[in-house]
């Protein structure tokens, strides 16, 4: 499936993410501000799909989880940086977003238009075929996001124990 | 035994294991979890009842309001209700409009030297401060966590910060992190262990080391500690905390221990610094800075405006006016701290000079609220960050100092250096 490229520098702090003055609303409202202090359209522009890139330290700041749940609720397949802030790399896969690490990301431009394959683990610019490697996730996280996040993945584990509870008692 | 790290003996002891490997994926039984108003019953409710479970341990989990208190917007106070609401339905201890989650959680005793805490804040770092691996995570990870008891954590690395030799009068905790923030950058943490040691360290006050804990999350680590001393005790004594089967000798890093890396400081040549507008690491020496007028001077936060910020606030205001055409905001971080301050007179120098106190909440630091900054307005603050856009308008350019910086900066009416109007003090 081919999606926009949308891209953004170093350091973007979840206070551009998840602006705190709308963060007593619900998610609809905060995501249709998301990042609007960098790129005032940004929430307006984005189509289910498509693909955020960024530079060092994506996500840096507080741990409010909106900052993860507003980019997934504005329809963006991954986010793909150079690196992550900590509780925002957590966050994103706790609610089942992908986050992906580029260390060696070439020049890219805003706007291109690319394949993202989440198996392989690759983005691919299909004006000039280049594919980008992206580096796998860890084994639990896998699973986590395989799972669909933290949510559905706990629901299976407790109906798994549920289940060999009754297994034992019958 | 092989040589090993604070942070590396607290989580192998929390999941149960001899001996860890960095990197390793383990998974910890968690001591204490802590929540506030924002992060907290309004968004793991929901995700409790989804899965159709309880708290794993009620007794394990502290609540505190601080974000939307004191409930000035319509959803601000309805989510505090909410709160109220949740703390009485799941028994837990709640600490309602007492101040700041961070600055609360060890003044009431809730923490110890080895606990292994979870913190639904960015800032949780700072039971760091008190030998705890304490870090923050979003709610639906804390949802988790009160579901199971459990989080998962990759075994950390530690990156060892040693400042030796003793800080100057007029230099503070605040300083030191402003100038880490710019020399390792805002992910010099790498999502490691960053730990604090060296003469400098061991000289300073609880208070002041939980700034340096706290902002640990400003160099990107996943927690800030401090190996446990005799200063560390007499707090926690004085907090109540049940110190019994604490064997705080042993959590420390062994002098041999792999380390990630280790920077090496000299507290003494340190002068006052500040952080341009819009981050942390643009930081330099405050006397370096270009002449800066300000209209609001915002002494706040869990780093900002705690007894002892408030104390070196008043050092500098005594005897003075605010300048005309500038706004001393005020928010003590917390009803403890400020009844303390209250008492040695130290609000009162303040109010004199003409601050405005605010209630004991994140205030304008998490820009929640209706305070927040207007546009174009400069501000100096003694919070953490100064993210574009956080604390009001995007239009508005905070400045970050040391509580003496900004008090100085608040008599002076544009940024300036602390140290001249210490000057008697210090030739005294």
């Known amino acids: ?170 | 035994m092989m040589a090993t790290t604070l942070a590396q003996k607290i989580v192998a002891r929390a999941a149960g294991l001899d001996h860890v490997t960095p990197g390793d994926v383990i998974t910890c039984q968690v001591d204490l979890a802590m929540i506030h108003d924002s992060g907290g019953p309004r968004r793991v409710e929901p995700i409790l009842q989804d899965l159709g479970v309880g708290l794993f341990d009620k007794d394990k989990v502290v609540l505190i309001s601080d974000h939307f208190v004191p409930g000035d917007t319509d959803e601000g106070a309805r989510i505090l209700e909410l709160t109220r609401q949740w703390a009485k339905q799941r028994q837990v201890t709640f600490h309602d409009g007492e101040g700041i989650c961070h600055v609360v959680l060890p003044e009431k005793g809730h923490l110890k030297p080895g606990m292994l805490v979870v913190g639904g804040d960015s800032h949780s770092p700072t039971g760091g401060a008190f030998g705890a691996y304490m870090f923050g995570v979003g709610a639906t990870e804390m949802a988790g966590v009160l579901a199971t008891g459990e989080i998962w954590l990759k075994v950390p690395q530690t990156i060892l910060i040693e400042w030796q030799n003793q800080l100057s009068r007029g230099v503070t905790a605040k300083d030191i992190m402003l100038a880490l923030c710019g020399k390792l950058g805002m992910d010099g943490g790498q999502y490691q262990a960053v730990e604090y040691t060296g003469e400098a360290i061991a000289a300073l006050s609880m208070q002041e080391r939980m700034t340096l804990s706290n902002m640990a999350a400003e160099l990107g680590g996943q927690a800030g500690l401090i190996g446990p001393d005799e200063t560390t005790l007499a707090f926690l004594k004085q907090a109540g905390a049940a110190l019994d089967d604490v064997d705080w000798r042993s959590l420390k890093t062994d002098a041999d221990a792999p380390l990630m890396a280790r920077h090496v400081f000299d507290a003494a040549t340190l002068t006052p610094q500040v952080a341009a507008p819009h981050s942390p690491a643009n930081s330099g020496p405050v006397n370096e800075a270009p002449k800066t007028n300000i209209q609001v001077a915002y002494l706040g936060a869990c780093t900002g405006a705690k007894y002892e910020d408030l104390r070196n606030a008043a050092a500098i205001i005594k005897g003075n006016r605010i300048a005309s055409g500038v706004e001393l905001l005020v928010a003590p971080s917390s009803v403890q701290d400020q009844t303390r301050a209250a008492n040695d007179g130290i609000i009162g120098i303040l109010e004199d000079a003409g601050a405005k106190i605010l209630p004991n909440a994140c205030g304008i630091c998490a820009g929640y609220g209706t305070h927040r900054l207007g546009e174009d307005v400069t501000c100096i603050s003694s919070t953490a960050r100064n993210f574009k856009g956080r604390m009001g308008a995007a239009s508005s350019q905070v400045w970050l100092g040391s509580p003496f910086t900004v008090a100085a900066s608040a008599v002076a009416g544009y940024i300036t250096d602390p140290r001249p109007f210490l000057k008697e003090e210090i030739a005294a």
């Open chain 1, 1 to 170: 499936m081919s999606s926009r490229l949308f891209l953004f520098g170093d350091d973007i702090d979840t206070d551009q993410l998840a602006p705190g003055q709308y963060m007593k609303g619900g998610i609809e409202e905060l995501a249709a501000h998301c990042l609007e202090g960098i790129r005032p359209a940004f929430a307006s522009s984005v189509s289910a799909g498509d693909v955020l890139v960024a530079g060092k330290n994506f996500g840096m700041g507080s741990s409010r989880e909106q900052a993860a749940e507003a980019l997934k609720r504005l329809g963006l397949a991954a986010v793909i940086a150079r690196s992550f802030a900590g509780i925002f790399y957590r966050n994103a896969i706790n609610l089942g977003l992908p986050v992906l690490i580029a260390p060696d990301l070439p020049e890219l431009s805003d706007g291109d238009i690319v394949s993202l394959d989440l198996d392989q683990g690759t983005l691919t610019l299909t004006e000039t075929g280049r594919v980008i490697q992206l580096e796998p996730l860890p084994d639990n996280l896998k699973v986590l996001l395989a799972d669909g996040g933290l949510v559905p993945h706990l629901k299976k584990r407790f109906s798994k124990e549920r289940n060999k509870e009754h297994g034992q008692c019958a």
